[in-house]
């Protein structure tokens, strides 16, 4: 062995023990690292989770009743339904399905009888009806109140004669007691009346503010397109407190 090999082989020796401890400085530098990673994890992760719990569906608990409902009492004996009486109950319930229940018919009469006590228990305003007529129809205003930010006059209208008679509400004319026009529009009245018809009710409506300190009105109402007949009925009091 010559001088060169011999001295090289104590390095090689020392190189060798610097890798290994290297090397095995690293693995435990990384065990550790986990470790503490681990640790820090699952501390943190109880920190998140503190407070949730988990849903209580209560199945123990519906089993446990559903089961002490269904299980007889010591003695009680239990009745079996028939097979023929179960699909009875099932084509009785098909055949049902998706009918409203039936509403209970109230003969004409009952309901004519009804309709007129309604109309005997409204109060009876004073200086009311008020009637105009012509040409066959009738014309009255049987009350009136505030509503709202309104003044409501209740009106009735009906054709006693022979002929149709039409209307048209924007030739319907309200005047105060100084003839000045109002403006009012009509609510429910028909356009047009048969003859011999019924009694059709309705409402014409003023702004509240166009009756304060106004003690009457003047209703004046025309057909159309003839204008033969006159409706006008005059002295309509404005209650006090509704302007």
Do not use: H
């Not at 010559?2 to 990384?30: D, G, I």
């Not at 550790?32 to 992760?45: D, E, F, H, R």
């Not at 569906?57 to 179960?86: C, H, K, M, N, Y």
């Amino acid at each position: 062995m010559t001088k060169s090999s011999a001295k090289s082989a104590p390095a090689q020796t020392v190189r060798l023990r610097a890798s290994l401890l290297y090397t095995l400085s690293m693995l435990f530098l990384m065990i550790v690292a986990g470790i503490i990673g681990m640790t820090l994890g699952n501390s943190l992760g109880r920190d998140a989770l503190k407070g949730v719990t988990q849903p209580d569906f209560g199945l123990s608990s519906r089993t446990t009743t559903r089961e002490d409902e269904d299980e007889p009492a010591p003695g009680q004996e239990v009745a079996f339904i028939s097979e023929a009486e179960v699909l009875t109950q099932v084509k009785e319930r098909l055949a049902n399905k998706g009918q409203a229940p039936a509403k209970p018919v109230v003969p004409v009469e009952a309901a004519a009888a009804i309709e007129a006590d309604a109309e005997n228990d409204r109060p009876n305003q004073v200086g009311f009806p008020i009637v105009s007529k012509d040409g066959g129809v009738l014309m009255e205003v049987i009350g009136v109140q505030p509503d709202g930010g309104s003044f409501v006059l209740d009106v009735n209208l009906r054709n006693e004669g022979t002929k149709p008679v039409r209307f048209l509400y924007s030739f319907l004319d309200v005047t105060d007691d100084q003839n000045r026009p109002l403006s009012a529009t009509a609510e429910g009245l028909p356009g047009e009346l048969q003859p011999l018809s019924d009694t059709f009710s309705g409402r014409i409506r003023i702004p509240k503010a166009l009756v304060k300190g106004v003690d009457s009105l003047v209703v004046s109402l025309t057909d159309y397109p003839e204008q033969k007949i006159q409706l006008k009925l005059s002295g309509i009091p404005v209650l006090q407190g509704s302007n």
